[in-house]
């Protein structure tokens, strides 16, 4: 049921889904104004989970909450575009309305968040809320196989029964055809008449079960309604993955998923994530702050440093040659045994007023005279291997 | 735990409590010197000037010298068998007069607390949900002031405008005029007051003069009580409501698709309300302290204006019933209000 | 020389941090009018009752026994406001400006008193309360709960009848109901704070070196409840004031000719059935209560904006 919804539709053109271009956010706070994200640029294709690695602060979540088009005030896109790569036609995320970004969300594009039950309404059952997504976006479908279903009882039916699947019958039909009448808004705000829809609940739960199975959630019926707190990290990130993945997505984005969890746990999902991501074919922009966690998952990377990418290659070229000073200091600072405890020298520079060429400048070895002046731009290095240096710029 | 249990173990902490207010309110009453309450049981004559003796013998007839204990016993005992002892201000027992006076207090509260919980609900919600917009602006400038303006002053601005200057309604529950009507025709038996609201009895006596008339007197009264507590509520529930939107999951909703209004009101506001619903018990706590004062300044014979002049009067019988009344309400709505709380919250409920 | 320079820049640098933080506070104060409204207003009331002798010199024993207009004689009647008396008169030619100038003062004083006393004993309990635990936490526990079922303005009354009655002065009766309905609320935000330091790990390192138990709550538990103290204390400014007025407005505060705003507006209950004819007799006492208890919310409203992240950060 679920594998094979859609696949039709990823069949895409091009290799890029999501494409973010020259992105300016700034944040207008009482200290001034923090210009968080610089021109940042990115790609992801299709299929790949590109991981995006970054200190605290450097714009990555940042950069992930505007690929839905959601930006916390006080923030403000100044500039760009991210264009989506749709089956059908591209669009500017950036430049939907509201109602289009309604529809986008959760069902094209969703995301999963750091801390799991803090995502989750913690008045509301687990399962509840799984089935919000699907009928916010997949309710036509549900409709469908209820009036099958009930079409087929009706065949079999007699009497009284039968007339309480004509009645049902009828309102779903409506439902398809006229979902704004006046005679099915009145149905759903009476409590006894608004148990037509306990149908379409019903076949929901069926659907969303299966789905908590595939993500190895134990005894499903029972999870579903049970309430956020009372479960355990693991499965709570286990859910929210679930809500991201009902409507079978082109593109998850994962913010640090695993970093709230335990080591054991984070191995699990971790897993897990792999696992889905090649049963869904869905593509996923994995922002993180663990080197190893790329390493595992991820088949391409990008590391931002103060709002810029500064570097963006496949994983295994990226851990054999890392090119940026910044990148190379990272690998150089991950601790083992034996070897001297190395850091970066310096902070993150105030970014209510950045320096104007290179934001590295000041802790980079490297450094040359026009680092300070002009801002690098991302060049090819070798083939698929992007860095934003000046030393190996034009 | 389940809902069941909690309601219990929440009954159950109240029986201490109840105890413990009975204690102090006998407490209370033991302030008073020996002398001083025995003024209660004189039936004829001034208290004040009665010969040492006769003193003596009222205090030894009514118990009053007997240890803490037995009188605290005997007391109790009165208590339960109904006699809540007899005001020497108003000439007649106690709580025959609370039951005789309560409607009237009820009738105020039953039109206040609608408007109450719905426009303070109301405007805490849009205040926050249209945050430094001037509705916004707007609404926490009348809460602010509905905090700092005593209800007193507002209270006697109010009767000086309307009762007055404009004269459009007269103190009391009814007018002069018609209030003497009613009297009389209620000895002569052409009106029945079957439940001592006037409300219900005015229409079911089929005089809706009257009716219109009982519904005048109410509006100050309600003004001063909706002003002052609607300005709490919609504090309150703006910044919970600020609060519940500013948490992740409203974020993660949004990311799931759904639409502005969807996310405030299924997710944000269910969240929101639950302190809300918490403050609500100390808001009738709020409201029957606001009555002393309104029905002092309208004349209206309820309770607070019972409870008011005898404690001007130092009337201790009344101080004490009323203070052991609006403690037993207030700890009961506070049980409700814990209860519905439990039920809105699945954190509190399953432990 | 040296030495002594060297220990100035120390001192400099050790206090860099609280001068970014006072520097960063005061910013978010200045931005927000509201605080500053009520920054003025409180500090408007504070002048007026310090110089409360000047502005309306005493002329009978007791300062805050209002004057009496000999020259107007006893007439019942208020007099409007004229030079002489710049707020009128009411009954009993009874000044209005002496009222409400010394009545500032009053307000502050009684508040001052209630609330030294409050915080006191609300805090001492409930650092015991918390720290010891057990039926001594239980036994406390009862107390305030007991006193908290009751709606507090209620229970004052009673205790003011009862005290009244039995020879206290009714003045001295409203200052004792409001310690005894005030202190629980402090007991237990204190208790709840003692409840929290005590789990922490440096009261068990603090422990470890030998300090006594009590000595480190007192210690601990303090700096850390300040903050929230602060606030609640600034916004309970004005309920007592507003308490005290209430219960001087039901005829249980302050004794007749006292300089009382809620006396005041007591005493113009029956010139107030005359509507504007005598506004004078409300309205000017009336808008110094509203004054003054509106400059102590907002200045806890904007103590609490200011210092809530403070808190948190830490």
Known sequence: MYLTHFTGENELETEDIVEIKDLYLNFYTYDGVVKALDGVSLDIKKSEILGLVGETGCGKSVTSLSALSIVIPPGNIEKGQIVFHSAKKDFDILSLDEKSLAKLRGHYISMIFQEPRAALNPVYTVGEQVAEVYFHHRKEELIKSVITELEENLKKASGLKRSTYQRDLSLYKKMLKNPKSLSLRFYSKIPILRRFQNRMKKEARKEIVELLKLLNIADPPRVFDMYPHELSGGMAQRVVIAMALACNPYMLIADEPTTSLDVTVQAQILYQIKDLQKKFNTSILYVTHDLGVVAEVCDRVAVMYAGNVVELADVMSFFKNPTHPYAQSLLESIPRPGKKFVSIPGTVPSLISPPEGCRFYDRCKYALEMCPKTKPKLVEVEKGHYVACHLYGK | ?351 | ?314
């Open chain 3, 1 to 314: 020389m040296d030495t002594k320079k060297g220990r100035f820049a120390e001192f400099k640098t050790s206090m860099q941090p609280r001068i970014k933080e006072f520097k960063f506070t005061m910013n978010r104060v200045r931005k927000s009018p509201l605080s500053i409204a009520g920054l003025i207003i409180v500090l408007f009331n504070v002048c007026v009752a310090l110089l409360a002798p000047v502005l309306a010199p005493p002329k009978l024993s007791d300062p805050f026994m209002i004057p009496r207009d000999a020259s107007l004689g006893w007439r019942y009647e208020p007099s409007p406001p004229s030079p002489t008396h710049p707020f009128g008169t009411t009954s009993l030619q009874v000044d209005v400006f002496y009222g409400c100038i010394w009545g500032t003062r009053f307000a502050f004083m009684l508040a001052l008193e209630i609330i030294v006393v409050i915080v006191i004993v609300g805090v001492s309990l409930g650092i015991i309360s918390g720290y010891y635990g057990g039926l001594v936490d239980e036994i406390i526990m009862r107390f305030t709960d007991i006193i908290l079922a009751f709606p507090s303005l209620i229970l004052a009354m009673a205790f003011v009848a009862a005290l009244s009655r039995s020879g206290w002065t009714t003045l001295n009766a409203v200052i004792l109901s409001i310690i005894l309905v005030g202190w629980p609320g402090y007991a237990r935000l204190v208790r709840s704070e003692t409840l929290r330091v005590k789990s922490e790990d440096y009261v068990e390192a603090a422990r470890a070196s030998g300090a006594s138990d009590l000595r480190i709550m007192f210690k601990h538990v303090l700096p850390n409840s300040i903050y929230s103290m602060i606030i609640v204390v600034s916004l309970d400014f004005g309920t007592i004031v507003l308490t005290a007025a209430a219960l001087s407005f039901l005829g249980l505060g302050a004794p007749p000719q006292y300089a009382d705003w809620g006396r005041l507006i007591y005493d113009s209950i029956s010139w107030s059935a005359s509507g504007f004819r005598y506004w004078w007799t409300y309205m000017y006492p009336g808008i110094f209560i509203v004054l003054f208890v509106l400059g102590w919310c907002l200045l806890g409203d904007a103590l609490r904006d200011v210092l809530d992240p403070l808190y948190r950060r830490k």
């Open chain 2, 1 to 351: 735990m389940g809902l069941r249990d909690y309601i219990i173990r929440r009954i159950l902490l109240l029986i201490p409590v109840v105890f413990g207010v009975v204690i102090l309110v006998f407490a209370i009453i033991q302030l008073v010197p020996v002398n001083s309450r025995v003024a209660v049981f004189v039936s004829s004559g001034n208290p004040k000037e009665l010969r040492p003796e006769v003193i003596q013998a009222l205090i030894h007839e009514n118990g009053l010298d007997q240890p803490v204990w037995v009188q605290f016993r005997n007391w109790l005992d009165d208590m339960l068998h109904g006699n809540f002892g007899y005001s020497e201000v108003w000439n007649s027992p106690v709580l025959p007069d609370l039951i005789k006076r309560a409607p009237a207090t009820a009738e105020i509260v039953i039109i206040s607390a609608p408007i109450i919980i719905f426009v303070g609900i109301f405007l805490g919600v849009v205040s926050a949900t249209h945050r430094d917009k001037p509705l916004d602006h707007a609404s926490r400038v009348i809460s602010i002031l509905g905090t700092s303006l005593p209800s007193f002053f507002f209270g006697v601005i109010l009767s000086a405008i309307f009762i007055a200057q404009l004269g459009w309604v007269s103190t009391g529950r009814l007018s002069y005029t018609l209030e003497g009507q009613l009297l009389v025709d209620q000895s002569i038996g052409r009106y029945k007051a079957y439940t001592g609201f006037l409300l219900i009895d005015t229409l079911l006596n089929g005089r809706y003069l009257y009716f219109v008339d009982a519904l005048k007197h109410l509006i100050l009264p309600a003004t001063v009580l909706v002003f002052i507590q609607t300005a709490v509520l919609v504090r309150v529930t703006r910044s919970s409501m600020l609060e519940a939107l500013s948490k992740t999951y409203i974020v993660a909703a949004r990311a799931k698709g759904l639409s502005n209004k969807e996310v405030i009101n299924k997710h944000a506001r269910k969240n929101a309300l639950i302190p809300v619903v918490t403050l609500s018990g100390l808001m009738v706590g709020g409201m029957m302290t606001g009555l002393i004062i309104t029905e002092t300044i309208f004349r209206f014979p309820g309770l607070g204006n019972w409870a008011a002049r005898s404690a001007q009067l130092f009337d201790m019988p009344v101080v004490a019933c009323y203070a052991m009344f609006s403690a037993i309400v207030f700890v009961l709505a506070n049980l409700i209000v814990d209860i519905l709380y439990a039920y809105l919250d699945p954190r509190i409920r399953l432990g």
